[in-house]
């Protein structure tokens, strides 16, 4: 009854229900019945954190990523339990990221009979780079303080404002977690998926899926076929598509896959709800102008280190950017220049730098 309550707002409040605040920084969102999103107010702002979110069931919770801060983790897990009795009994880790699992200890602590669900190919992954990855960053922060960070960037802002941006991006990293990091429990995967799972829950049905290499080689989806609903991971990213290490060539048919599931409603790994294809297609057509441009500089002889120069994505930068600083800076720095290399290697053209 409550929950029917919660969702005939959706019907009063514009773009996807009431929202609130249940940690500084980020929204707790009602998208459809029992569907709730964690996500950053502000999709710039430092640390980057991936979406969580939550789906109450009639006797169970699932949740579908963890954030990044173990903190913010926390604030969700008590609104969970603010909300339900019902225990959380599987948490989906839609990629390795560690914006997506940094908080996997802190829900199973909560719930010690979560089973949390991965790809195979997150978990090696995980594995072979998680515990490396959290420690070089306690090292790097050591020393530092979110005070002198901002310092910097203020005396940095008249003469590059792009460097200010990117320190004011990597106080955040550290204000969030330098007091984390040294407590970070590593819990890893459980039950692996490497083509798909479907839970049935009284009328509602969960499907795990993986639709093929994205983002990353190992991402899962999450389809509620009722809902007309899909959650997608970093596989889909707003309002700029990330491209670290990312199998490219294969990525914009994984895309085109999934469209065909028919969804009304995309939650991305970052960002806000989607409620039509538009985006996802604006995507598929930037990553295969990327490819192509890539393809054709390299087949011309250009150099991996004059690659910037030779690819022009400026129609679709504006599209995506519409000029706004913070998104620009997103822009080179989350797909531009990681997605020429991401290309280069993915086409086969290799090494991507001078030995």
Known sequence: MFRSILFALVLIWPSFGWAETIYPGYEWRLVDEGIYLHTQEDPFAGPVDGNSIVIVNEDDVFVIDTHI??????????????ITDNPVSYIVNTHW???????????????????????????????DEWRNLEESRMVAYESLTVERILEVAEAAEAD??????????YAG?????????????????????????????????????????GNTEGDLIVFLPNEELVI???????????????????????LAQLKKLGAETIIPGHGKPQKNMQYLDQVIDLINALLSQVDQAAKNGVAYENLADAVDLNDHRKLFTSGDA?????WKNYFFDPG????????????????
């Open 232 to 254: 997608t991971g970093d596989m889909l990213v707003a309002p700029i598509p990330y491209a670290f290490d990312s199998p490219m060539q294969e990525w914009p048919t994984t």
């Open 69 to 82: 801060n173990p903190a913010v983790a926390r604030a969700v897990v008590s609104k969970i339990k603010s």
């Open 97 to 127: 990221h560690d914006d997506h699992i940094n908080g996997n200890a802190t829900f199973q602590n909560a719930f010690p009979n979560a089973e949390i669900i991965a790809h195979p190919y997150s978990a090696e992954k995980l594995k």
């Open 160 to 169: 590059d404002p792009m460097r200010a941006m990117n320190l004011r991006l």
């Open 173 to 213: 990293y550290v204000g969030a977690l330098k007091p984390e990091l040294p407590t970070l429990e590593y819990v890893y995967p459980t039950k692996f998926v490497s083509d798909q799972l479907v839970f049935e829950r009284g009328d509602r049905k969960i499907e795990v899926h993986w639709v093929g290499k």
């Open 340 to 355: 020429l290399n991401s290309a280069w290697v993915s086409l086969g053209y290799t090494p991507s730098v001078k030995e």
């Open 326 to 330: 913070d998104a620009e800076f997103a």
